[in-house]
C-alpha cells in the first residue's frame, strides 16, 4: 500500500508528538533537532494542515495532530515489535555460516563429530557456494573464505594458512623420481581456479619445472581432487584439504613437495557481530582445532592459531 507522504517525516511527528519536545525526537531518531523541524514543516505542507504549535516554552498538538498521532504511535509500536523480534529469533537461532563446498566436505566435514551441537548457542546453518556471499546483505551472518584476509568491510581472523601440494591415486605414478616427473607431464593436470599459484609450485620442484601435456581449470578444488582419486590426471591441492583423502588412502602426494600457496583460511564476519557469542562459540571451537601458525598475516584483526 502506498503512503502518500514521507514516512521519515510521519516517523519524526510520531517521536515529537509523543515527546512534546523536538529536543527529544531527535535524540530517539539519532538525527539533529533542525532535522526533525524540517520533517515536521514538510509534513504540514503535504498535509495542509498544522500539527503542532509551540505554546510559551511548550508544544502542543493541533485538532489535527491529535487526529493523527494515535495512529502513528501504534502503527511506528507495530513495526518495533516485528522488527525486534525478527531481530531477536536472528540472534537466537543458528549461526548462519557459508564457506566453498570443497572446504566443507574435506576439512570441516572429518571434524563435524567434534563440534558441540547440543550446547546452547552452538547451532550452526551451513551453507556452500563457490564465491563469497554478501554478509551485509544478511544471506550469511559469517563465512570461512579462502585468500589473503582482506574482504571490504568484514573482520577476518585467519584460521591456517594454505599449502599446496601436487596428487595423484596411489599407484598412478611409480619409479624414481625422474620417472614419475615424466609420468606427471603426459598427465592431465587438474587446478581449481581458486589455486592462483599452481605455477609457484611448478617452477620450485626440484628437477622442475614441468610443463603438463593438458591442463583442465575447474570450478572446485574437490573436483580436482576426485579426479585425481579417480585415476583421471593429478591434481594442484590445498594440503590441509587433502588430509582427509590422504588418510583414508585416496590421495598421495607425489613429490611430498608442500608450498606456501600465499593465502590462507579465514572466519570472515561483519564488524557488528564481532561481540555475538554464537560467532564467539564457533571461533573458540576452531581456535582449539588449527594449529599454530608461524609469521601468520590477517586483515588487522586477530588470527584464530593459538599465540
Known sequence: MRIPVSLNALQAFEAAARHLSIKDAALELAVTPSAVSHQLRTLEDMLGVELLRRV??????????????????????????????????????????????????????????????????????????????????????????????????????????????????????????????KQVARANLFVSRHCLSWRRWMDSLPGGPFEPAIVTRVDSGGLTMQAAADGVGVSIAVCELAESAVRLGRLVSVFDHPVSAGVGFWLVYPEALSEDRRLDNLRGWLRELCPPQNGSRNSGDRSLAAP
Do not use: C, K
Not at 104 to 111: F, K, V
Not at 154 to 174: K, N, V
Open 56 to 181: 510559551g516554552m511548550r508544544l502542543e498538538l493541533t485538532s489535527a495532530g491529535r487526529r493523527l498521532a494515535p495512529g502513528l504511535n501504534e502503527g511506528f509500536a507495530l513495526i518495533a515489535e516485528s522488527v525486534g523480534s525478527l531481530r531477536e529469533e536472528r540472534h537466537g537461532g543458528p549461526l548462519r555460516v557459508n564457506m566453498l563446498p570443497t572446504f566443507a566436505t574435506n576439512w570441516l566435514s572429518p571434524r563435524l563429530s567434534l563440534y558441540p551441537f547440543e550446547r546452547r548457542g552452538f547451532s550452526l546453518e551451513i551453507s556452500t557456494t563457490q564465491d563469497g556471499v554478501d554478509l551485509a546483505a544478511g544471506v550469511a551472518d559469517a563465512g570461512i573464505w579462502y585468500g589473503d584476509g582482506q574482504w571490504a568491510g568484514l573482520q577476518a581472523d585467519l584460521l591456517f594458512e594454505a599449502t599446496i601440494d601436487l596428487y595423484a591415486r596411489p599407484g598412478f605414478t611409480t619409479g624414481s623420481r625422474r620417472e614419475r616427473l
